[in-house]
């Protein structure tokens, strides 16, 4: 009798170790999810910086992989993702700021619970919807006020994703900026302070670090957004200043090579690997740097 | 400060730039909403919904693309849900504290930051290429779990945590194991956050075209798939291989398309709303 009790015991103990150690299996997925990333692309990108120096890749400032004389310098596929990404944050970091000023501020409990959803709305919505919007509704209105504008322009493109990004610049800052106690807006009023003053002196400056954080974090899903610039800024490479000209994406890049379903091993799909490997360790740097910023200026109260 | 009235001024500023702020993104949904809904309302019937694709714009439709969608947020799902659900249980009620769980909860952190488009050729050259598997919804499901699973594990860690302690607690004081509490008391508490949370994130993985474009390519499907292991599209493939078509019909098939797309997503994120507000009510007592 009690040596039964004790085998049920034991099987128990068992039982309960499997299932932890299963559990553990399934946290552990993600750190191998991580491995994989650094793993396949590392040896995608080997074959290809086997055929090209990386100082070329690096370098270079022709990217044209698809025709002779083929040249692999990435700095025009940077480029044009750096234009996009700058004209996005020019959208989203003032309007979504303002809007989390106005809701957190300014906004009655009512209003608030208006915009909010709509926000919400704004950010579940697929991003090749976007690129329609852009290609369809966007780009033709550009074109009346710039008529030498061609169809595929970097403009339309990082206006859209910038009306893209606003919910995540607008609803991270507002969350820092509730976060704000209210003693220090007691205090700043009694001091005779009017309300803007109290919302830009004192609940801006004291969410900063919410407020980089959503920056940072707006910037970084602009350079990796894929679907709007494969669909409305174009897909030629090319190193320009100009946004109404047509240019391409790292990720647009990825995309056109993808549709044609590049043959394992050629040269055209080791280079979506070692444009895609670019792609993430620009990722991982501004988003590390994004950790370091708000940690630096996390205040917490 | 100088005089009062500039200071009033400035605050009036202020709020007119909030409202403004404000209005833009409005007009800009209500914009982006119109701007589909007139292009492709007279394309959309019965038709466009039950027929492939084809050369000519009036007969084209959208079923390989909707059943391709079904078949890998279905297996999607399957894959994702459970494995969420443990690794949440696991970092909530299991994890020791040091340096490996602390690289776990760094890693998923890291992962939700990580563009979808990287997500599509990790299983590019992982599934379809290094394990064979083809492309095939298998590769599809499978990338799109990867891609899915650290949004899914940080909201179900966020409704794990907020079961009370004292439940907890209570069970261990009555003998149970570990397991029994994360799964008899926990888990159940727990459930319908995690069930949102998973909706939610599976009506993101619908949308997603980047991933599912370097896994399935531009395949031509002109046939319902009826296994895991046939090629496919996905509605936000088919959308995208119509925008770019030349003839403006087909754009007008894009939007149609589009129109599928919202519906499909509205109606997941109304039911995840309503099992939200059906279970917050029994929560707060």
């Known amino acids: 009798m009690k040596n039964r009790a004790g085998e049920k015991k034991r099987a128990q103990k068992i039982r309960e170790s499997l299932i932890e150690k299963a559990l553990f299996a399934s946290a552990a997925l993600s750190v191998l999810t991580t491995l994989g990333i650094l793993g396949i692309f590392l040896f995608e990108a080997f074959g290809f910086f086997k055929e090209v120096s990386i100082i070329e890749f690096l370098t270079g400032t022709l990217w044209t992989p698809l025709f002779e004389p083929k040249h692999f310098g990435i700095l025009p596929l940077v480029a044009g993702t750096l234009m996009v990404t700058i004209i996005s944050i020019a959208v989203a970091v003032p309007i979504g700021l303002l809007t989390a000023i106005f809701l957190s501020e300014y906004a009655s409990d009512r209003l608030r619970r208006l915009v909010k959803p709509v926000l919400e709305v704004l950010a579940g919505i697929p991003t090749v919807v976007y690129g329609y919007f852009a290609l369809t509704y966007v780009t033709p209105i550009l074109q009346q006020m710039f008529p030498q504008m061609i169809v595929f322009n970097a403009l339309s493109a990082g206006l859209v994703m910038g009306i893209m990004i606003i919910p995540m610049v607008s609803s991270l800052s507002e969350d820092a900026m509730v976060a704000v106690p209210n003693s220090l807006r007691e205090g700043a009023y009694a001091l005779g302070s009017q309300k803007h003053e109290v919302a830009l002196k004192i609940v801006l400056p004291s ?21 709007i610039v494969s669909i409305a800024a174009g897909s030629t490479p090319k190193l320009t200043l100009n946004p109404l000209e047509s240019i391409q994406t790292m990720t647009g890049y990825i995309t056109q090579i993808s549709l044609g379903e590049a043959p394992f091993g050629s040269i055209e799909y080791n280079t979506i690997f070692a444009v895609g490997l670019t792609l993430f360790v620009m990722v991982v740097i501004i988003n590390t740097l994004g950790n370091w910023l708000t940690k630096k200026y996390w205040r917490s109260y | 400060m100088n005089n009062l009235s500039s200071r009033h001024l400035k605050g009036r500023l202020l709020l007119a730039a909030g409202v403004i702020a404000v209005s833009i993104s409005l007009l800009s949904l209500v914009a982006l909403l119109l701007d589909s809904l007139l292009d492709g309302l007279p394309y959309l019937n019965w038709g ?8 000519f714009p009036d007969q084209a439709g959208i079923l390989p693309a909707l059943f391709g969608t079904i078949w890998v947020v279905g297996l999607t799902a399957l894959f994702s849900f459970p494995l969420g659900i443990f690794a949440a249980l ?18 998923i952190a890291n992962l939700a930051g990580v563009p979808s488009i990287v997500y599509g050729l990790l299983g590019l050259g992982l599934f379809v290429e290094a394990l064979a598997i083809g492309r095939v919804i298998l590769a599809g499901a499978l990338t799109m779990t990867l891609l899915i699973l650290p949004v899914i594990i940080i909201t179900a860690r966020e409704s794990i945590r907020s079961v009370p302690k004292e439940y907890r607690e209570g ?33 993101r993985a619908i949308g997603e075209a980047a991933p599912m474009i370097a896994i399935a390519a531009l395949a031509y499907v002109r046939f319902t798939p009826t296994s895991p292991f046939d090629r496919f599209t996905v509605i936000p493939i088919q959308i995208y291989n119509w925008i770019n078509m030349p003839r403006v019909e087909f754009r007008e098939l894009a939007a149609a398309g589009i129109i599928v797309l919202l519906v ?5 994120n109304s039911v995840a709303i309503f099992i939200r507000n059906k279970y917050q009510k029994r929560g707060v007592s």
């Open chain 1, 207 to 227: 969410a900063l670090s919410g407020i980089i954080a959503s920056i940072i974090l707006a910037i970084s899903r602009a350079v990796g957004e894929t679907m």
């Open chain 2, 48 to 55: 466009f919904l039950t027929s492939y694709p084809s050369r």
């Open chain 2, 264 to 268: 499909v997503l509205l109606v997941m």
């Open chain 2, 171 to 203: 069970a261990f004081a009555l003998g149970a194991t570990r397991w029994q509490v994360a799964s008899q008391i926990v888990l159940p508490e727990a459930f319908p956050g995690i069930l949102t949370g998973t909706i939610l994130a599976l009506s």
């Open chain 2, 90 to 107: 696991y970092l909530e009620e299991y994890a020791p504290k040091n340096w490996l769980t602390d690289l776990i909860h760094l890693n």
